[in-house]
């Protein structure tokens, strides 16, 4: 759940962030200056205000430190888009291969989503009162409040061409007025039978529904380029929607029911249009892009041979992006200007001086993040919202296991991951999962049949890790 951004201070930002990472205090203090910098901006009126552009962040360090993290949980706390795209899987124009523009694209489609569900959110109530009226049509169809007449696909596209006045023939205002009441004991059988459903009585119960289906095109293989720019996509949609609605039936539970209708009437309630613009502009004035494996595509290792030819080739179609351009959808043109890069990498066989000057120098801010120390996996294992050490205790407590991790369990396995880190490759934090999965292998696959409590103490870490740790071919192949 996001958080009002705009009322926390950069110190504020790093506390939230401190809930869920561990460590990496400079990156942290980077990123909250970044983020109140948009709110300061937002504050400026005038030609200052478009002026200001964001100081994107280079992050260096190696793999498992979170670099990822830091920049997902920002997104996540300040309620803006996000994406997270590969360097790697880019390739410059004339290569085959996705294109840099795509991650722009990628970018707004997450704006469109998280603005379809805020608007469904706001929506819910009233289209949940909607859907139970629908199951009520199904339950007891001769309560249903009278209509003026079934629709006719005919009589609405005449409708749409010559406006709302248009009726169908035969329809008298006599019949309509007719029409409008509901006799006393069907009201009160609907109103018995809606407050049935609301309390879930009849939610076993089987219906047949119709399901509306919005018919598509298959015009994505038509023209590469036009699908690079989501040229295809929207036009299936503008020509799908063009034909007739395809209806199937099927059965399904009440409260399945409640819940496909609910979902029907949310997308009725809102606004499909405004979602697109809105999304336009949060993308271009919030979105934050995460660029990652920054380091594989600079240069100066192989001297530009090779299959690695188009390296310097991406960095420059990707320059224009970040240094701010306007950049085609199928929602409409986005703007990059105000757009928020964090780039990351290792940088173990490159340094950052390896990428084109035009690109350095569009990443002002440089913060190096630290390799985690066994104190720190010790901290990791136990202190935040997420530690792993919780999550296997809830996961294992539904087959009624009771994990209790001692304090010299905790220190002994954050020893045994820090010895295998510096023996084989240094994978940072992600190297607790694999430590954990295999000390927890016996209790997971025993369970619930071994149901009970187990505490893991130094005496258990050793006994299940020992042998493996300490033989180093070992631990390549099993940690």
């Not at 809930?19 to 909250?32: D, F, H, L, T």
């Not at 509901?182 to 219906?207: C, H, I, N, S, W």
């Not at 050490?389 to 045994?416: H, K, M, N, S």
């Amino acid at each position: 759940m996001s958080v009002d951004l705009k009322a926390l201070t950069p110190r504020q930002i790093v506390a939230e962030l401190d809930k869920y990472i561990v460590g990496q205090a400079k990156a942290k203090r980077a990123v909250a200056i970044a983020m109140r910098n948009r709110y300061r901006r937002a504050k400026l009126e005038g030609e200052m205000r478009g002026e200001i552009i964001p100081k994107n962040i280079l992050m260096i360090g190696p793999t498992g430190v979170g670099k990822t993290e830091i920049a997902r949980r920002l997104a996540s706390l300040a309620g803006a888009p996000f994406v997270k795209v590969e360097a790697t899987k880019y390739t410059e124009v004339g290569y085959v291969g996705r294109d840099v523009e795509s991650m722009v694209r990628d970018l707004v489609e997450s704006a469109v989503r998280m603005l379809q569900e805020e608007r469904r959110a706001e929506v819910a109530d009233l289209a949940d009162e909607a859907a139970v009226e629908r199951v009520v049509d199904l339950l007891f169809p001769e309560t249903r409040p009278p209509q003026t007449q079934a629709a006719n696909p005919f009589a609405q596209t005449l409708g749409s061409i010559f406006g709302n006045n248009f009726q169908p023939a035969g329809m008298t205002p006599q019949q309509q007025s007719a029409n409008a009441t509901m006799p006393e004991d069907a009201r009160k059988t609907r109103e018995q039978a809606r407050a049935d459903v609301l309390r879930g009585f009849y939610d076993v119960r089987l219906v047949d529904i119709e399901i509306e289906e919005t018919p598509t095109l298959p015009i994505g293989t038509m023209g590469g380029g036009m699908d690079q720019m989501g040229g295809a996509a929207e036009m299936g949609e503008m020509l799908g929607g063009l034909l007739p609605k395809r209806k199937s039936r099927k059965r399904v539970t009440v409260s399945e029911a409640r819940r496909i209708f609910a979902q029907e009437e949310a997308g009725k309630l809102v606004d499909v249009d405004a979602i697109k613009r809105e999304a336009v502009y949060r993308a271009s004035e919030d979105g934050i892009i995460f660029i990652d494996e920054i380091d594989k595509v600079a240069g100066g290792r192989e001297g530009g041979r090779g299959p690695d030819v188009s390296r310097e080739g991406v960095q420059r179609d990707i320059l224009p992006i970040v240094e701010g351009s306007t950049v085609p959808t199928k929602y409409g043109p986005v703007k990059t200007d105000h757009v928020l890069f964090i780039a990351a990498g290792a940088f173990h066989q490159s340094k950052p001086s390896d990428l084109i000057p035009e690109l350095q120098g569009r990443f002002p801010i440089r913060v190096e993040l630290d390799a985690l120390t066994a104190e720190d996996f010790k901290t990791i294992l136990t202190v935040p919202k997420n530690a792993l050490t919780e999550q296997y205790r809830q996961l294992l407590a539904v087959e009624g296991v009771t994990l209790e991790f001692a304090p010299d369990g905790i220190a002994q396995l954050a020893t045994y991951a820090m010895r295998v880190n510096e023996q084989s490759e240094n994978i940072g934090a992600r190297r607790l999962h694999t430590v954990l999965e295999r000390l927890l292998e016996d209790v997971s696959f025993g369970a619930p049949e071994d149901a009970g409590q187990v505490t893991i103490d130094a005496a258990y870490v050793t006994t299940r890790l020992a042998g493996i740790v300490e033989n180093a071919d070992l631990s390549t192949f099993i940690l």
